[in-house]
């Protein structure tokens, strides 16, 4: 509740927020009537949750001292919310009351107070007075299809919204897996024209897959925006080394049943009572990398392949595509939803083994005469 | 004289073995490199076909209520991952052996550019394959389309290789795996990696059929010890009929 009344009071209002403007999270604290040990509270908390040191702490201690707080605009644009509801979620309550609070969040369309030209003029007048220095955190797809109607916010097509938003800003942040690599909407057969955001603006866009990302993880990104003002290490594919360095199977408490070749055959099967490996009904976990094994969900409590079910991968490029979820291989396309490679294969071989044998039955048929032949030679030339 | 040469059918109604029989030349075609690689080739693909196969589709031999009791399926990605550098540092050598090996074994035998080579194509097609021509002179060593197909199984082997390792990166702090991380986000993630390393294996069991066929259908209809060159790098060319190479 503290966190949604706070959002309530601070975000996408203008006036409050430039109060706010040019001073630093420590000031906005003293302002609001934290003390020092609060505020210090907030640095160790935050810290852990960037995932430095303990050494680092100090440096998040003068980062929130002394920086201003940065301006952020939460763009929505093809999207559910679920990032925006995973965020409100994270089990650090005071991470998320004291973000919401020391970030300058001047304009996200699900929460914020202002509507109309008023909203409007929240993200032209964010835009113009910081220049080069705001954060975009951007939720869901830009549809490109029929000139982007699909998708429009006062009059203007999203991905019109985006190349303003997106120019100058210091750093962009794709929440979730829309705007990391399309989704559902950019799934088969795309009738929008879904595209994620690193394919649409010429600056490197930190991908925060998942459906939705894990709380934690997106405080963890924005964190580490904060702290260090500089972009966390990314992998290839954008996304931060921290949290999406591992493959989910790789830190599952179920591992070790996948070495010993111990599975679950069916849902309601002995083993799956006991808890052994999803692999065979399908689990993503050895195909997706994410921090779900590691870090949770609602406040540490269970993860997927915890509660029973496999993982379906939804950090992973193109998951809706690669079904069905309960098959480990993908149906193998053009031969019917329930046929794998294996199928195909297994025909294909079979095929064979009958080719080659007809085969061999037809030489010696046709080629009785030059097998004869050879023989009769070998005599005459003796 | 105590003891005369037998001769072999005489007393058993048999007709007597020629005095003169057909002169063959002995060819030394596979050189030691080649059969060796050969070999190692065969067992790790064959290793790689049916622990890949498993690791794709595992069942559950064995039984065990706790998972500390056995490591089985891990044995089984063990040997998989060691046969794939086995395979892929043999496939090395071979590549290089290309180079410095005899004409046989020369990389000139794994591309049709010359005419002869292409006309031998059509021939063995002709022969081989749709048996509507009974006769065909076929090379010595590799036949022209044999060798165009192995290329394409070359291909495969890369193929295989680049993905195999793209997978196995995430596993590994080596850098000859860690070369190929850029192959997943460029395959729609490893889910796409996976799914067509595993579909290529079906590539690999189809062509194992077809080869292990055709090496016993050329030495059944040739007479040129087709199977056993690759074990002891020898085959026969009649003399009068050796005009090709």
Known sequence: MTVLSNVGLNIGTCTVSEVGMGISIWQSMQQKGYSRRDFLQLCATAATVAGFAQSGVAQVVSAFEKKERP?????????????????????????????????????TETLMAASGFQAEKCLTDTIEKNRGKYIVLVEGSVPTGADGVYCMIGGKTAESILQTVAKDAAAIVAWGSC????????????PTGATPIHKLVDKPVINVPGCPPIADVMMGVVTHLLVLGQVPALDSQGRPKEFYGRRVHDTCYRRPNYDAGLFVESFDDENARKGYCLYKMGCRGPVTYNACSVVKWNEGTSYPIQSGHGCIGCSEEGFWDNGPFYQHLASFPGFGIESTADTVGTVVGVATLAGVAAHAVVTNIRKRPVIAEVHTEDQKES | MPMSAPVIGASSGLPAIPKHPVEYVRIYVWELPVRVYHWINAVALVALCITGYLIGAPSSPFYASESYQ???????????????FVYVFNFLARLYWGFVGNRYSSWHAFFPFTKAQQTEIVDVIKADVLETKLHGPISTGHNALAGLIYFFTFLAFVFQTITGFALYSSMSNSWLPRMFTWIVPLMGGEFGVRFWHHTFMWFFVTFIIIHIYLAFYHDYIEGRGTVSSIIGGWKFEREKSDKKS
Not at chain 1, 77 to 94: L, N
Not at chain 2, 70 to 84: D, E, K, M, P
Request: glycine share 4%.
């Open chain 1, 71 to 107: 301006a952020v605009v939460w763009m929505h644009f093809q999207e559910c919310t679920c990032c925006s509801e995973s965020f409100i979620r994270a089990s650090h309550p005071i991470v998320v009351d004291a973000l919401l609070d020391v970030l300058d969040l001047n304009y």
């Open chain 1, 179 to 190: 705007a990391s690599n399309g989704c559902v909407q950019a799934a088969k057969p795309n």
């Open chain 2, 70 to 84: 056995q490591y089985w399926f891990g044995w089984v990605r063990f040997i998989h991952f060691l046969c794939a």
